[in-house]
């Protein structure tokens, strides 16, 4: 089973992936649209840290996204601001 374990992560390690940024072999990162609690509220880290983040890009704050909406658009503001990016 172990074996069977590595095989999975190489071929999950050379999907292409959109503007993710992971360690090889994680599966942490999936996307928002697949989230079985995505539609659920933003959680309080996420309203927060996007707060900041629209503060900072000077757009604003939208307090009812939902877990997946608040975690594209905390995306998109990482980018738009440069905040939180991996270098």
């Given at each position: 089973m172990?074996?069977?374990?590595?095989?999975?992560?190489?071929?999950?390690?050379?999907?292409?992936?959109?503007?993710?940024?992971?360690?090889?072999?994680?599966?942490?990162?999936?996307?928002?649209?697949?989230?079985?609690?995505?539609?659920?509220?933003?959680?309080?880290a996420?309203?927060?840290?996007?707060?900041?983040?629209?503060d900072?890009?000077?757009?604003?704050?939208?307090?009812?996204?939902?877990?997946?909406?608040?975690?594209?658009?905390?995306?998109?503001?990482?980018?738009?601001?440069?905040?939180?990016?991996?270098?």
């Amino acid at each position: 089973m172990e074996n069977q374990n590595k095989d999975h992560e190489s071929v999950k390690g050379n999907e292409p992936q959109e503007d993710k940024t992971t360690q090889k072999g994680s599966n942490t990162v999936k996307d928002p649209d697949e989230w079985t609690t995505g539609d659920e509220p933003m959680t309080g880290a996420q309203q927060s840290y996007l707060k900041t983040l629209s503060d900072e890009a000077g757009e604003e704050f939208n307090e009812s996204l939902s877990k997946a909406e608040a975690s594209k658009k905390i995306d998109e503001l990482q980018h738009k601001t440069g905040r939180g990016l991996k270098e």
